[in-house]
């Protein structure tokens, strides 16, 4: 069953705090916990970091299309989820990142 999950709110403006020093030089996407409307509560989102000269480019692209392709893999210590994120798809700034998660390592985030 294909799951709607399109975002139904209009346009806004979301202010995350500032990262910490050890994550300032982070490039590519992350899967990390926030909540923007208390009354759906904690959810699952993804924060893509580029470096700054790259920023504006992505900006500029209406609507931003983001799509995620995933799968599974099999390996020696557990098995390793990816998902490549397709961003800015279709449009001139279209690019590719990819995330590995690893389910038994300790730092990987939980139901993932």
Same mark, same amino acid.
């Given at each position: 069953?294909?799951?709607?999950?399109?975002?139904?709110?209009?346009?806004?403006?979301?202010?995350?705090?500032?990262?910490?020093? @050890?994550?300032?030089?982070?490039? #590519?996407?992350?899967?990390? %916990?926030?909540?923007? @409307?208390?009354? &759906?509560?904690?959810? &699952?989102? $993804? %924060?893509?970091? !580029?470096?700054?000269?790259?920023?504006?480019?992505?900006?500029?692209?209406?609507?931003? %299309?983001? $799509?995620?392709?995933?799968?599974?893999?099999?390996?020696?210590? #557990?098995? &390793? &989820?990816? $998902?490549?994120?397709?961003?800015?798809?279709?449009?001139?700034? !279209?690019?590719?990142?990819?995330?590995? $998660?690893?389910?038994?390592? %300790?730092?990987?985030?939980?139901?993932?």
């Amino acid at each position: 069953m294909r799951k709607v999950n399109h975002w139904t709110r209009g346009k806004r403006h979301f202010v995350l705090p500032p990262l910490p020093k @050890d994550r300032k030089c982070e490039h #590519g996407c992350r899967l990390c %916990r926030g909540t923007f @409307d208390s009354t &759906v509560g904690e959810e &699952v989102y $993804i %924060r893509f970091m !580029e470096e700054p000269n790259f920023v504006a480019a992505y900006e500029q692209v209406s609507p931003f %299309r983001l $799509i995620a392709h995933t799968g599974l893999v099999p390996a020696p210590h #557990g098995p &390793v &989820v990816f $998902i490549v994120w397709q961003l800015a798809a279709g449009s001139a700034q !279209e690019t590719m990142v990819e995330q590995f $998660i690893q389910t038994r390592h %300790r730092r990987a985030p939980p139901h993932f």
